[in-house]
């Protein structure tokens, strides 16, 4: 994407103190939106992978969802270092060369983010609107986190080992930096990978190395790793303290919940995706495949089952025969539809711990894994299908672009449908993260985010 003078110049009053960070990352940035993918956001980049792509049993690169809180950098790889510290009996400072001497270890893992399929949530709640192709499965190469760490001496104290990724400052916004227990980081599978379906990570996915912690969500996967350092206590930064959290026991829906009452988020649950038929579609007479992908978290996949009758009965689909521990199956199942009338398809699964997924969920305040049994509508025999209309954007008064279009552009308020308190709490926020919103403009920003962008 291009700016103009006007842009930048918005960008400067926007963000105070952005500075040469915050020019570079837009540099760093640029480029155009890929065209198969659904866009959430241009910028910092959130990108969706649409329904084709669970008919992959390896999501190809080009279309593997993309998930950036702050701006990509772009890293030279020859001055790319890798420190360990912490409580480590030798820290230390490996280029890639050196990090290449460990094992070398190659897994297929799905990645998940944790907010796949957060616009299902109702009440809405603020965020990517994801549905459901916050989700890839991909061959992933690089080296046990365990080799690095053992490398450098654990010490008798390491509780959780902290990972800081080279993001572009944006703004007061925090950085992004998480940490993973240390059971899990010394697990074999915990790989800090510098490859991923075969060629070296592409800038969007980590570039030159990103953690892969399958069965875990994404907001572990750190990516542009250049720092790991082991702590003997938690971690409190906002990424960890703040986000990323989600209540142990269900709590009244739309309501806030103090984040140190939540417990952070971990392992993925089972789940499938019908790819196809589409919602809406019109299909038969005669027979159909529905086919989709299924996959779960740290226990395997076990089993998709699916029903044509709403629910009624289920009967098991046939899994594909690519597999890999953590990967995803692609699945099948024929249907021989009555001559007419309108059906509901689900697909549903199960995982070796006995966990099925379920037809209905919790809520919870950031709107995170959600797994609820997708349905698709079909009709047989008789007219055909509606199209959904096209929405068009409204037009931004100067004010909101003056205060909000920035660090972001339009398209990361469009998507969103929250209630005018929810928008009050968002310009809360962004003013913490560094967005001047003038107290006289506020009521007329308030005005168009809950007139345009309220629940719908
Ligand atoms: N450094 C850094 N790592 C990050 C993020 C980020 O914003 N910065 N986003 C995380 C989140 S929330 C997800 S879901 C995954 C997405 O990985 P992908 O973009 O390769 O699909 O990266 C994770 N790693
Ligand atoms: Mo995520």
Redo the contacts with the bound molecule.
């Keep these: 994407m291009k700016l103009t003078r006007r842009q930048w110049l918005h960008l400067c009053y926007a963000v105070p103190g952005a500075g040469l960070a915050g020019r570079w990352a837009l540099q760093a940035a640029e480029g155009t939106p890929p065209a198969n993918m659904i866009i959430r956001s241009a910028r910092p980049e959130d990108f969706e992978m649409p329904l084709e792509g669970f008919l992959h049993w390896l999501t190809p690169t080009d279309r593997?969802?993309?998930?950036?809180?702050?701006y990509r950098p772009k890293v030279d790889a020859a001055v790319w270092r890798l420190r360990v510290e912490g409580e480590v009996r030798t820290p230390l400072t490996l280029d890639m060369a050196a990090l290449r001497q460990l094992p070398r270890v190659e897994l297929v893992s799905v990645?998940?983010?944790?907010?796949n399929g957060r616009g299902f949530y109702r009440p809405t709640v603020p965020g990517a609107q994801w549905r459901y192709g916050?989700v890839?499965n991909a061959r992933w190469a690089g080296v046990r986190l365990a080799d690095v760490l053992r490398k450098a001496g654990l010490k008798a104290g390491a509780k959780q080992v902290l990972l800081n990724?080279?993001?572009v400052p944006m703004g007061a916004v925090p950085d992004?930096q998480r940490t993973v227990e240390i059971s899990k980081a010394v697990h074999p599978d915990t790989l800090l990978a510098f490859e991923m379906n075969g060629a070296p990570l592409p800038e969007?996915?980590?570039f030159p190395l990103?953690l892969v912690v399958p069965g875990w969500?994404?907001?572990s996967?750190?990516?542009?790793?250049t720092n790991i350092q082991v702590l003997d206590r938690d971690f409190d930064g906002f990424f960890m303290k703040t986000a990323y959290r989600r209540p142990p026991h269900p709590v009244e829906p739309g309501t806030a919940v103090d984040p140190a009452k939540m417990q952070p988020v971990t392992g993925i649950r089972p789940k499938s995706v019908i790819a196809t038929p589409l919602d809406g579609q019109h299909v038969g007479p005669g027979a159909v495949t529905l086919r989709g992908a299924a996959w779960a978290g740290e226990a395997p996949l076990a089993r998709v089952d699916v029903s044509t009758d709403n629910g009624r009965t289920w009967r098991p689909a046939r899994l594909g025969a690519d597999r890999a521990r953590y990967g995803w199956r692609l699945w099948e199942a024929e249907w021989n539809p009555p001559p007419a009338g309108s059906y509901v398809l689900m697909a549903r699964a199960t995982d070796t711990a006995g966990e099925i997924q379920p037809l209905a969920q919790d809520w919870n305040p950031s709107g995170y894994l959600w797994n609820v049994v997708q349905q698709v509508r079909v009709t047989v025999g008789q007219g055909a299908a509606v199209a959904a209309p096209a929405e068009s954007l409204p037009t931004f008064p100067p004010e909101v672009k003056a205060s909000c279009v920035g660090c972001h552009g339009e398209d990361m308020m469009a998507g969103q449908r929250l209630t005018r308190a929810q928008w009050e709490r968002e310009l809360d926020k962004m003013t913490r993260w560094g967005a001047s919103v003038k107290p006289a403009d506020r009521p007329a920003i308030l005005d168009f985010l809950a007139g345009h962008f309220g629940p719908r």
């Design positions: 593997f969802f993309v998930r950036t809180h702050l990645l998940e983010c944790a907010g916050a890839g990724g080279a993001d992004f969007s996915h980590g990103r969500a994404g907001d996967w750190v990516k542009w790793v």
